[in-house]
Protein backbone atom coordinates (compact mmCIF):
# COMPACT_ATOMS: atom_id res chain seq x y z
CA UNK A 1 0.00 0.00 0.00
CA UNK A 2 1.79 3.23 -1.12
CA UNK A 3 -0.77 5.00 0.46
CA UNK A 4 0.75 3.44 3.90
CA UNK A 5 4.29 4.46 3.22
CA UNK A 6 3.18 8.34 2.47
CA UNK A 7 1.84 8.48 5.29
CA UNK A 8 4.76 6.88 7.55
CA UNK A 9 6.47 9.27 5.70
CA UNK A 10 4.60 12.08 6.85
CA UNK A 11 4.73 11.06 9.96
CA UNK A 12 8.19 11.40 9.80
CA UNK A 13 8.77 14.42 8.75
CA UNK A 14 6.37 15.63 11.54
CA UNK A 15 8.65 13.79 14.22
CA UNK A 16 11.98 14.94 12.43
CA UNK A 17 10.80 18.35 12.18
CA UNK A 18 8.88 19.45 15.01
CA UNK A 19 9.91 20.68 18.02
CA UNK A 20 11.26 18.08 20.02
CA UNK A 21 13.18 20.25 22.28
CA UNK A 22 17.27 19.53 22.34
CA UNK A 23 17.26 20.14 26.11
CA UNK A 24 15.95 16.75 27.07
CA UNK A 25 18.76 16.43 29.49
CA UNK A 26 19.37 19.77 30.12
CA UNK A 27 18.35 19.88 33.71
CA UNK A 28 21.46 17.45 34.35
CA UNK A 29 23.57 19.48 32.14
CA UNK A 30 22.96 22.64 33.43
CA UNK A 31 23.91 21.12 37.13
CA UNK A 32 27.32 20.41 36.12
CA UNK A 33 28.19 24.12 34.31
CA UNK A 34 30.58 26.40 35.87
CA UNK A 35 28.59 28.10 38.76
CA UNK A 36 27.10 31.58 37.31
CA UNK A 37 29.52 34.33 38.68
CA UNK A 38 27.39 37.31 38.25
CA UNK A 39 25.56 36.55 42.17
CA UNK A 40 29.17 36.86 43.90
CA UNK A 41 29.61 40.74 42.60
CA UNK A 42 27.60 42.08 45.19
CA UNK A 43 28.52 40.01 48.09
CA UNK A 44 32.30 41.10 47.07
CA UNK A 45 31.52 44.47 47.00
CA UNK A 46 29.78 44.57 50.68
CA UNK A 47 33.41 42.90 51.41
CA UNK A 48 34.99 45.36 50.08
CA UNK A 49 33.06 47.93 51.59
CA UNK A 50 33.30 46.49 55.02
CA UNK A 51 37.00 45.93 54.85
CA UNK A 52 37.24 50.09 53.90
CA UNK A 53 34.88 50.81 56.39
CA UNK A 54 36.79 49.05 59.30
CA UNK A 55 40.44 50.10 57.65
CA UNK A 56 39.53 54.13 57.93
CA UNK A 57 37.95 53.43 60.91
CA UNK A 58 34.39 55.24 59.57
CA UNK A 59 32.58 52.95 62.56
CA UNK A 60 34.18 51.92 65.83
CA UNK A 61 35.67 48.18 66.11
CA UNK A 62 33.36 47.52 68.39
CA UNK A 63 30.48 48.03 66.39
CA UNK A 64 31.72 46.64 63.24
CA UNK A 65 34.54 44.89 63.07
CA UNK A 66 37.53 44.08 60.56
CA UNK A 67 36.37 40.57 58.20
CA UNK A 68 39.61 39.51 58.91
CA UNK A 69 39.03 40.19 63.00
CA UNK A 70 35.82 38.25 62.37
CA UNK A 71 37.79 34.87 60.93
CA UNK A 72 39.77 34.87 63.36
CA UNK A 73 37.10 35.14 65.37
CA UNK A 74 35.34 31.75 63.49
CA UNK A 75 38.42 30.34 63.87
CA UNK A 76 38.88 30.80 67.93
CA UNK A 77 35.18 29.93 68.08
CA UNK A 78 35.77 26.48 65.95
CA UNK A 79 38.86 25.56 68.20
CA UNK A 80 39.02 26.88 71.63
CA UNK A 81 34.76 27.20 72.07
CA UNK A 82 32.37 25.06 70.46
CA UNK A 83 30.48 26.51 67.52
CA UNK A 84 30.56 23.15 65.81
CA UNK A 85 28.62 21.29 68.64
CA UNK A 86 26.41 24.63 69.05
CA UNK A 87 25.58 24.62 65.05
CA UNK A 88 24.93 20.70 65.30
CA UNK A 89 22.56 21.51 67.85
CA UNK A 90 20.63 24.28 65.53
CA UNK A 91 21.02 21.84 62.84
CA UNK A 92 19.48 18.83 65.00
CA UNK A 93 16.85 20.90 65.86
CA UNK A 94 15.79 22.38 62.53
CA UNK A 95 16.13 18.87 60.92
CA UNK A 96 13.77 17.18 63.21
CA UNK A 97 11.14 19.81 63.29
CA UNK A 98 11.32 20.21 59.15
CA UNK A 99 10.91 16.23 59.40
CA UNK A 100 7.96 15.79 61.53
CA UNK A 101 6.29 19.05 60.54
CA UNK A 102 6.20 18.48 57.05
CA UNK A 103 5.51 14.66 57.53
CA UNK A 104 2.89 15.34 59.16
CA UNK A 105 1.11 18.50 57.09
CA UNK A 106 1.53 15.69 54.09
CA UNK A 107 -0.09 13.23 56.06
CA UNK A 108 -3.01 15.56 57.25
CA UNK A 109 -2.71 17.47 54.07
CA UNK A 110 -3.63 14.52 51.83
CA UNK A 111 -6.14 12.91 54.18
CA UNK A 112 -7.59 16.82 53.76
CA UNK A 113 -7.42 17.38 50.68
CA UNK A 114 -9.10 13.72 49.33
CA UNK A 115 -12.12 14.36 52.23
CA UNK A 116 -13.91 17.22 52.62
CA UNK A 117 -14.95 15.91 55.95
CA UNK A 118 -11.82 15.53 57.52
CA UNK A 119 -11.30 19.29 55.86
CA UNK A 120 -14.10 19.99 57.81
CA UNK A 121 -13.57 18.29 61.40
CA UNK A 122 -9.42 19.63 61.15
CA UNK A 123 -10.56 23.33 59.64
CA UNK A 124 -11.65 25.79 62.36
CA UNK A 125 -9.21 24.17 64.91
CA UNK A 126 -5.97 24.43 62.41
CA UNK A 127 -6.80 27.97 61.41
CA UNK A 128 -7.07 28.93 65.03
CA UNK A 129 -4.06 27.92 66.11
CA UNK A 130 -2.46 28.53 62.71
CA UNK A 131 -2.71 32.60 63.87
CA UNK A 132 -0.94 32.02 67.09
CA UNK A 133 2.44 32.30 66.08
CA UNK A 134 5.42 29.88 66.90
CA UNK A 135 7.18 32.12 68.72
CA UNK A 136 4.21 33.19 71.06
CA UNK A 137 3.52 29.04 71.40
CA UNK A 138 7.48 29.28 73.19
CA UNK A 139 6.80 30.42 76.67
CA UNK A 140 4.29 27.94 77.29
CA UNK A 141 5.88 24.91 75.77
CA UNK A 142 8.73 25.79 77.51
CA UNK A 143 6.87 25.60 80.53
CA UNK A 144 5.80 21.97 79.86
CA UNK A 145 8.96 20.60 78.04
CA UNK A 146 12.00 22.71 79.59
CA UNK A 147 14.29 24.81 77.78
CA UNK A 148 15.81 21.90 76.25
CA UNK A 149 15.50 20.95 72.03
CA UNK A 150 12.33 19.18 72.37
CA UNK A 151 10.36 22.30 73.05
CA UNK A 152 12.14 24.02 70.35
CA UNK A 153 11.27 21.04 67.68
CA UNK A 154 7.92 21.05 68.71
CA UNK A 155 7.49 25.39 67.97
CA UNK A 156 9.01 24.91 64.72
CA UNK A 157 7.65 21.88 63.42
CA UNK A 158 3.88 23.88 64.32
CA UNK A 159 5.67 26.32 61.89
CA UNK A 160 6.50 24.22 59.22
CA UNK A 161 3.28 22.46 59.66
CA UNK A 162 1.25 25.10 58.26
CA UNK A 163 2.66 26.08 55.01
CA UNK A 164 2.54 22.78 54.09
CA UNK A 165 -0.66 21.67 55.04
CA UNK A 166 -2.50 24.33 53.27
CA UNK A 167 -0.59 23.70 50.19
CA UNK A 168 -1.22 19.93 49.99
CA UNK A 169 -4.56 20.74 50.15
CA UNK A 170 -4.78 23.13 47.96
CA UNK A 171 -2.21 21.23 45.52
CA UNK A 172 -5.21 18.24 45.53
CA UNK A 173 -8.41 20.36 45.62
CA UNK A 174 -6.77 22.02 42.43
CA UNK A 175 -6.02 18.57 40.37
CA UNK A 176 -7.98 19.43 36.70
CA UNK A 177 -10.73 17.64 36.60
CA UNK A 178 -10.12 16.24 33.11
CA UNK A 179 -7.52 14.25 34.97
CA UNK A 180 -9.84 13.24 37.12
CA UNK A 181 -12.27 12.19 34.14
CA UNK A 182 -9.39 10.69 32.29
CA UNK A 183 -8.88 8.22 35.37
CA UNK A 184 -12.10 7.49 35.46
CA UNK A 185 -12.08 6.54 31.56
CA UNK A 186 -8.94 4.47 32.42
CA UNK A 187 -10.62 2.65 35.13
CA UNK A 188 -8.04 3.54 37.67
CA UNK A 189 -9.24 2.52 41.50
CA UNK A 190 -9.39 5.26 44.20
CA UNK A 191 -5.63 4.01 45.13
CA UNK A 192 -4.51 4.38 41.65
CA UNK A 193 -6.12 7.62 41.24
CA UNK A 194 -4.16 9.44 44.35
CA UNK A 195 -0.68 7.73 43.50
CA UNK A 196 -0.37 7.96 39.42
CA UNK A 197 -3.18 11.28 39.41
CA UNK A 198 -3.55 13.42 42.53
CA UNK A 199 -0.30 13.30 44.30
CA UNK A 200 1.86 14.43 41.08
CA UNK A 201 -0.40 16.66 39.98
CA UNK A 202 0.12 18.79 43.47
CA UNK A 203 3.66 18.12 43.83
CA UNK A 204 4.49 21.53 42.51
CA UNK A 205 2.57 22.92 45.10
CA UNK A 206 3.51 21.04 47.87
CA UNK A 207 7.39 21.26 46.82
CA UNK A 208 6.92 25.27 47.24
CA UNK A 209 5.87 24.49 50.43
CA UNK A 210 8.39 22.46 51.67
CA UNK A 211 10.88 25.06 49.92
CA UNK A 212 9.43 28.12 52.16
CA UNK A 213 8.96 25.64 55.48
CA UNK A 214 12.50 24.70 54.89
CA UNK A 215 13.58 28.50 54.84
CA UNK A 216 11.48 29.47 57.78
CA UNK A 217 12.36 26.75 59.98
CA UNK A 218 15.73 27.93 59.74
CA UNK A 219 14.67 31.33 60.43
CA UNK A 220 12.59 30.68 63.65
CA UNK A 221 15.96 28.19 65.13
CA UNK A 222 17.20 30.85 65.63
CA UNK A 223 14.95 33.43 67.42
CA UNK A 224 14.13 29.94 69.46
CA UNK A 225 17.35 29.19 70.28
CA UNK A 226 17.70 32.95 71.63
CA UNK A 227 14.44 33.06 73.94
CA UNK A 228 15.52 29.96 75.79
CA UNK A 229 18.14 27.66 76.16
CA UNK A 230 21.48 27.30 76.65
CA UNK A 231 23.09 25.92 73.06
CA UNK A 232 22.77 26.94 69.28
CA UNK A 233 23.90 29.30 67.18
CA UNK A 234 20.60 31.51 68.42
CA UNK A 235 22.32 31.34 72.03
CA UNK A 236 25.30 32.52 70.83
CA UNK A 237 24.02 35.11 68.64
CA UNK A 238 22.16 36.94 72.26
CA UNK A 239 24.95 35.47 74.51
CA UNK A 240 27.91 37.34 71.68
CA UNK A 241 25.32 40.76 71.85
CA UNK A 242 25.28 40.86 75.98
CA UNK A 243 29.02 40.45 76.07
CA UNK A 244 29.79 42.72 73.37
CA UNK A 245 31.70 40.49 71.39
CA UNK A 246 30.51 41.63 67.97
CA UNK A 247 33.12 39.79 66.07
CA UNK A 248 31.36 36.40 67.63
CA UNK A 249 28.14 37.86 66.62
CA UNK A 250 28.66 38.49 62.93
CA UNK A 251 30.49 34.86 62.52
CA UNK A 252 27.09 33.52 63.79
CA UNK A 253 25.22 35.69 61.39
CA UNK A 254 27.12 34.88 58.61
CA UNK A 255 26.91 31.29 59.21
CA UNK A 256 23.35 31.49 58.95
CA UNK A 257 22.97 33.18 56.49
CA UNK A 258 25.17 30.76 54.48
CA UNK A 259 23.28 27.58 55.82
CA UNK A 260 20.00 29.68 54.81
CA UNK A 261 21.03 29.79 51.52
CA UNK A 262 22.39 26.22 51.74
CA UNK A 263 19.28 24.59 52.88
CA UNK A 264 17.09 26.91 50.08
CA UNK A 265 19.44 25.69 47.15
CA UNK A 266 19.21 22.05 48.07
CA UNK A 267 15.18 22.42 48.71
CA UNK A 268 15.46 24.17 45.26
CA UNK A 269 17.37 21.31 43.79
CA UNK A 270 15.26 18.55 44.66
CA UNK A 271 12.17 20.41 43.68
CA UNK A 272 13.84 20.66 40.19
CA UNK A 273 14.63 16.84 40.50
CA UNK A 274 11.17 15.95 41.60
CA UNK A 275 9.53 18.34 38.78
CA UNK A 276 11.74 17.41 36.30
CA UNK A 277 8.61 16.46 33.68
CA UNK A 278 7.38 20.27 34.51
CA UNK A 279 7.76 22.79 31.55
CA UNK A 280 9.57 25.80 31.61
CA UNK A 281 10.80 25.10 34.74
CA UNK A 282 13.92 26.49 34.32
CA UNK A 283 12.73 30.15 34.19
CA UNK B 1 -6.24 -7.48 17.40
CA UNK B 2 -9.39 -6.01 18.65
CA UNK B 3 -12.46 -7.39 18.31
CA UNK B 4 -14.96 -4.75 16.74
CA UNK B 5 -17.88 -3.64 19.02
CA UNK B 6 -21.49 -3.72 17.93
CA UNK B 7 -23.05 -0.53 19.08
CA UNK B 8 -26.54 0.38 19.33
CA UNK B 9 -28.20 3.47 20.32
CA UNK B 10 -31.89 3.25 20.75
CA UNK B 11 -33.74 6.12 21.63
CA UNK B 12 -31.56 7.94 23.88
CA UNK B 13 -33.00 11.42 24.94
CA UNK B 14 -30.82 13.70 27.30
CA UNK B 15 -32.48 16.76 29.53
CA UNK B 16 -29.79 19.03 31.22
CA UNK B 17 -31.66 21.53 33.90
CA UNK B 18 -30.29 24.65 35.12
CA UNK B 19 -31.61 26.84 37.92
CA UNK B 20 -34.27 29.11 36.72
CA UNK B 21 -34.34 28.02 32.92
CA UNK B 22 -36.05 26.32 31.11
CA UNK B 23 -35.32 22.56 30.08
CA UNK B 24 -32.80 21.86 27.69
CA UNK B 25 -33.49 18.92 25.38
CA UNK B 26 -29.66 17.96 25.03
CA UNK B 27 -30.58 15.02 23.07
CA UNK B 28 -34.02 13.77 21.46
CA UNK B 29 -34.52 10.41 21.02
CA UNK B 30 -31.70 9.64 19.33
CA UNK B 31 -31.04 6.24 17.47
CA UNK B 32 -27.72 4.80 15.77
CA UNK B 33 -26.58 1.30 15.02
CA UNK B 34 -22.52 1.24 14.59
CA UNK B 35 -21.67 -2.18 12.73
CA UNK B 36 -18.99 -3.66 13.94
CA UNK B 37 -15.55 -2.26 12.17
CA UNK B 38 -17.20 0.78 11.29
CA UNK B 39 -15.85 4.28 11.01
CA UNK B 40 -18.98 6.62 11.74
CA UNK B 41 -18.74 10.41 12.04
CA UNK B 42 -20.91 12.60 13.90
CA UNK B 43 -21.23 16.21 12.10
CA UNK B 44 -23.56 19.10 13.50
CA UNK B 45 -23.32 22.69 15.10
CA UNK B 46 -22.41 23.55 18.62
CA UNK B 47 -24.82 22.68 21.32
CA UNK B 48 -26.51 19.50 19.07
CA UNK B 49 -25.16 17.08 21.44
CA UNK B 50 -22.78 14.95 19.84
CA UNK B 51 -19.93 15.32 22.18
CA UNK B 52 -22.93 14.92 24.93
CA UNK B 53 -23.69 11.15 22.92
CA UNK B 54 -19.84 10.89 23.55
CA UNK B 55 -20.01 11.06 27.31
CA UNK B 56 -22.69 8.77 27.40
CA UNK B 57 -21.64 5.59 25.42
CA UNK B 58 -17.83 6.35 27.44
CA UNK B 59 -19.76 6.15 30.47
CA UNK B 60 -19.27 9.64 32.40
CA UNK B 61 -22.35 10.17 32.04
CA UNK B 62 -25.04 8.01 33.09
CA UNK B 63 -28.35 10.19 33.02
CA UNK B 64 -30.03 9.37 30.10
CA UNK B 65 -33.44 8.03 28.89
CA UNK B 66 -33.33 4.77 26.23
CA UNK B 67 -30.86 2.51 25.69
CA UNK B 68 -27.43 2.19 24.44
CA UNK B 69 -25.22 -1.17 24.47
CA UNK B 70 -22.40 -2.62 23.09
CA UNK B 71 -22.43 -6.22 21.46
CA UNK B 72 -26.14 -6.34 23.01
CA UNK B 73 -24.62 -5.25 26.46
CA UNK B 74 -25.69 -2.39 28.50
CA UNK B 75 -23.13 0.02 28.89
CA UNK B 76 -22.04 0.87 32.41
CA UNK B 77 -19.85 3.55 33.61
CA UNK B 78 -16.52 3.09 31.82
CA UNK B 79 -14.94 -0.06 30.90
CA UNK B 80 -11.62 -0.75 29.12
CA UNK B 81 -13.27 -2.16 26.27
CA UNK B 82 -14.41 1.84 25.48
CA UNK B 83 -11.90 3.70 24.38
CA UNK B 84 -12.03 7.41 23.83
CA UNK B 85 -9.32 10.44 22.58
CA UNK B 86 -10.32 13.64 23.71
CA UNK B 87 -9.84 17.29 22.20
CA UNK B 88 -7.47 18.34 24.65
CA UNK B 89 -4.30 15.51 24.50
CA UNK B 90 -4.92 14.50 28.36
CA UNK B 91 -1.66 13.18 28.29
CA UNK B 92 -0.52 13.33 32.49
CA UNK B 93 2.37 16.21 31.95
CA UNK B 94 4.49 13.84 34.64
CA UNK B 95 4.31 10.58 33.30
CA UNK B 96 6.64 10.26 29.86
CA UNK B 97 4.61 8.81 26.64
CA UNK B 98 5.31 5.18 27.34
CA UNK B 99 3.87 6.00 31.18
CA UNK B 100 1.15 7.60 29.92
CA UNK B 101 0.18 4.61 27.42
CA UNK B 102 0.79 2.15 30.05
CA UNK B 103 -2.10 4.16 32.38
CA UNK B 104 -4.38 2.75 30.05
CA UNK B 105 -3.19 -0.79 31.17
CA UNK B 106 -3.46 -0.73 34.64
CA UNK B 107 -6.44 -2.66 35.59
CA UNK B 108 -6.51 -4.80 32.12
CA UNK B 109 -5.45 -7.84 33.91
CA UNK B 110 -2.44 -8.44 31.67
CA UNK B 111 1.29 -9.74 32.17
CA UNK B 112 3.92 -6.96 32.85
CA UNK B 113 5.32 -8.67 29.74
CA UNK B 114 1.84 -8.43 27.78
CA UNK B 115 1.67 -4.75 29.10
CA UNK B 116 4.79 -3.77 27.79
CA UNK B 117 4.49 -5.57 24.27
CA UNK B 118 0.96 -3.63 23.99
CA UNK B 119 2.72 -0.05 24.91
CA UNK B 120 5.76 -0.36 22.49
CA UNK B 121 3.49 -1.94 19.96
CA UNK B 122 0.91 1.09 19.84
CA UNK B 123 3.26 3.36 20.30
CA UNK B 124 5.18 2.17 17.04
CA UNK B 125 1.58 2.22 15.31
CA UNK B 126 1.28 5.99 16.02
CA UNK B 127 4.73 6.48 14.84
CA UNK B 128 6.42 7.64 17.73
CA UNK B 129 8.99 5.33 18.57
CA UNK B 130 12.43 6.81 19.46
CA UNK B 131 9.90 8.58 22.10
CA UNK B 132 9.13 6.78 24.67
CA UNK B 133 10.76 8.37 27.28
CA UNK B 134 9.51 11.75 26.28
CA UNK B 135 7.55 13.93 28.26
CA UNK B 136 4.60 15.49 26.95
CA UNK B 137 5.83 18.59 27.06
CA UNK B 138 8.37 17.70 24.77
CA UNK B 139 6.27 16.68 22.28
CA UNK B 140 4.50 19.14 19.35
CA UNK B 141 0.38 18.90 19.84
CA UNK B 142 0.24 16.78 16.35
CA UNK B 143 2.84 14.17 18.30
CA UNK B 144 1.16 14.36 21.96
CA UNK B 145 -2.59 13.82 19.85
CA UNK B 146 -0.62 10.35 18.25
CA UNK B 147 0.09 9.27 22.00
CA UNK B 148 -3.93 9.93 23.11
CA UNK B 149 -4.71 7.94 20.08
CA UNK B 150 -1.95 4.87 21.34
CA UNK B 151 -3.55 5.18 24.44
CA UNK B 152 -6.66 5.14 23.87
CA UNK B 153 -5.95 1.73 21.04
CA UNK B 154 -3.62 0.21 23.76
CA UNK B 155 -6.35 -1.36 25.59
CA UNK B 156 -7.49 -2.63 22.57
CA UNK B 157 -11.28 -1.72 23.15
CA UNK B 158 -14.15 -2.51 21.18
CA UNK B 159 -14.74 0.93 19.83
CA UNK B 160 -12.74 4.03 19.91
CA UNK B 161 -14.51 6.85 20.59
CA UNK B 162 -12.66 10.33 18.97
CA UNK B 163 -14.16 13.48 20.53
CA UNK B 164 -12.56 15.86 18.36
CA UNK B 165 -8.95 15.02 18.60
CA UNK B 166 -7.47 17.31 15.60
CA UNK B 167 -9.71 20.28 16.71
CA UNK B 168 -6.80 21.96 18.30
CA UNK B 169 -3.86 21.32 16.18
CA UNK B 170 -2.86 23.52 12.61
CA UNK B 171 -4.23 22.71 9.21
CA UNK B 172 -1.61 20.89 7.73
CA UNK B 173 -0.64 18.08 11.17
CA UNK B 174 -4.55 17.87 10.88
CA UNK B 175 -4.07 16.11 7.32
CA UNK B 176 -1.58 13.97 8.27
CA UNK B 177 -3.41 12.87 10.83
CA UNK B 178 -6.06 12.17 9.30
CA UNK B 179 -4.47 9.67 6.86
CA UNK B 180 -2.94 8.56 10.19
CA UNK B 181 -6.29 7.47 11.89
CA UNK B 182 -7.68 6.25 8.37
CA UNK B 183 -4.33 3.66 8.33
CA UNK B 184 -4.80 2.96 12.38
CA UNK B 185 -8.16 2.20 11.91
CA UNK B 186 -7.49 0.19 8.66
CA UNK B 187 -4.90 -1.90 10.60
CA UNK B 188 -6.83 -2.25 14.05
CA UNK B 189 -10.17 -2.92 12.75
CA UNK B 190 -12.25 -1.91 15.55
CA UNK B 191 -15.24 0.30 15.78
CA UNK B 192 -14.39 3.94 16.02
CA UNK B 193 -16.93 6.95 16.28
CA UNK B 194 -15.62 10.29 15.46
CA UNK B 195 -16.91 13.52 16.58
CA UNK B 196 -15.91 16.71 14.43
CA UNK B 197 -16.86 19.88 12.78
CA UNK B 198 -14.60 19.32 10.00
CA UNK B 199 -16.99 17.77 7.01
CA UNK B 200 -14.17 16.90 5.14
CA UNK B 201 -12.24 15.20 7.41
CA UNK B 202 -15.58 13.45 7.89
CA UNK B 203 -16.10 12.45 4.50
CA UNK B 204 -12.58 11.72 3.95
CA UNK B 205 -12.78 8.88 6.94
CA UNK B 206 -16.02 7.43 7.45
CA UNK B 207 -18.53 4.81 6.68
CA UNK B 208 -21.21 6.90 7.64
CA UNK B 209 -21.89 9.95 8.42
CA UNK B 210 -24.33 11.44 10.94
CA UNK B 211 -25.41 14.92 11.04
CA UNK B 212 -26.66 16.60 14.20
CA UNK B 213 -28.75 19.33 14.58
CA UNK B 214 -29.50 21.85 17.90
CA UNK B 215 -32.53 22.18 20.11
CA UNK B 216 -33.00 20.17 20.43
CA UNK B 217 -30.38 17.94 20.24
CA UNK B 218 -30.89 15.14 17.03
CA UNK B 219 -29.65 13.41 13.92
CA UNK B 220 -31.38 14.74 10.95
CA UNK B 221 -29.57 12.97 8.14
CA UNK B 222 -27.38 9.82 8.23
CA UNK B 223 -24.95 9.00 5.00
CA UNK B 224 -23.15 6.52 4.01
CA UNK B 225 -20.23 7.71 2.13
CA UNK B 226 -18.90 4.16 -0.08
CA UNK B 227 -15.88 5.89 -1.85
CA UNK B 228 -12.80 3.60 -1.56
CA UNK B 229 -9.98 4.29 0.33
CA UNK B 230 -7.73 5.76 0.49
CA UNK B 231 -9.57 9.07 -0.44
CA UNK B 232 -9.22 12.10 -2.53
CA UNK B 233 -10.23 14.95 -1.29
CA UNK B 234 -10.42 16.74 -5.01
CA UNK B 235 -12.08 13.92 -6.28
CA UNK B 236 -15.50 15.29 -8.05
CA UNK B 237 -18.12 12.40 -5.72
CA UNK B 238 -16.04 13.51 -2.55
CA UNK B 239 -16.79 17.48 -2.94
CA UNK B 240 -20.13 16.49 -4.13
CA UNK B 241 -20.96 14.30 -0.42
CA UNK B 242 -19.21 17.23 1.09
CA UNK B 243 -21.36 19.32 -0.52
CA UNK B 244 -24.83 17.42 0.93
CA UNK B 245 -23.18 17.07 4.22
CA UNK B 246 -23.04 20.96 4.69
CA UNK B 247 -26.60 21.80 3.01
CA UNK B 248 -28.04 18.61 5.48
CA UNK B 249 -26.05 21.20 7.91
CA UNK B 250 -26.92 24.59 6.97
CA UNK B 251 -31.04 23.69 6.35
CA UNK B 252 -31.32 21.98 9.78
CA UNK B 253 -28.75 24.23 11.97
CA UNK B 254 -29.26 28.06 10.62
CA UNK B 255 -26.21 29.87 9.26
CA UNK B 256 -24.42 29.38 12.44
CA UNK B 257 -24.08 25.40 11.99
CA UNK B 258 -22.80 26.80 7.96
CA UNK B 259 -20.48 29.04 9.83
CA UNK B 260 -19.50 26.23 12.14
CA UNK B 261 -18.87 23.57 9.60
Not at chain 1, 243 to 253: G, K, N, Y
Not at chain 1, 262 to 277: E, P, T
Not at chain 2, 88 to 106: A, C, K
Not at chain 2, 205 to 214: Q, W, Y
Request: charge should be neutral; proline fraction near 5%; aromatic fraction near 8%.
Amino acid sequence: MSHTSDTIEAAAVEAATVDLPAHAEAPGRRGLQLPNLTGFILPFIILVLWQTAATYKWIDPVFLPAPLTVVTAFWKMLTKQKLAFDFLASINIVGQAFIYGSAAALLLGIAAGLSRKVEEFFGPTFDTIRHIPGIAWLPLIVLWLGIGAPAKILVIAKSVFFPVFLNTLQGIRNVEKNYIELAKVLTLTRWQLIRKVILPAAMPSIMVSLRYAAGLAWALVVVAEGLSGLEGLGFLIFRAQGLLLTDQLLVCMVIIGLVGFAIDRSMFLAQKRVLKWKQGYDG
Amino acid sequence: MATPGHLTIRNVSKTYSLPGRPLVNVLSRVNLDVEPGAFVTIVGPSGCGKSTLLRLIIGLDYDYKGEIELNDKRIVGTALSRGIVFQDHRLLPWLTLEQNIGLSLENSGWTRAEKDLAVREHIALVGLSGFEKAYPHELSGGMAQRAAIARGLASRPEILLLDEPLGALDALTRIHLQDEIQRIWEVEGVTMILVTHDVEEAVFLSNKVVVMAAKPGRIVETLDIDLPFPRDRADPAFVALKRRILTAMGEDGGKTATRAA
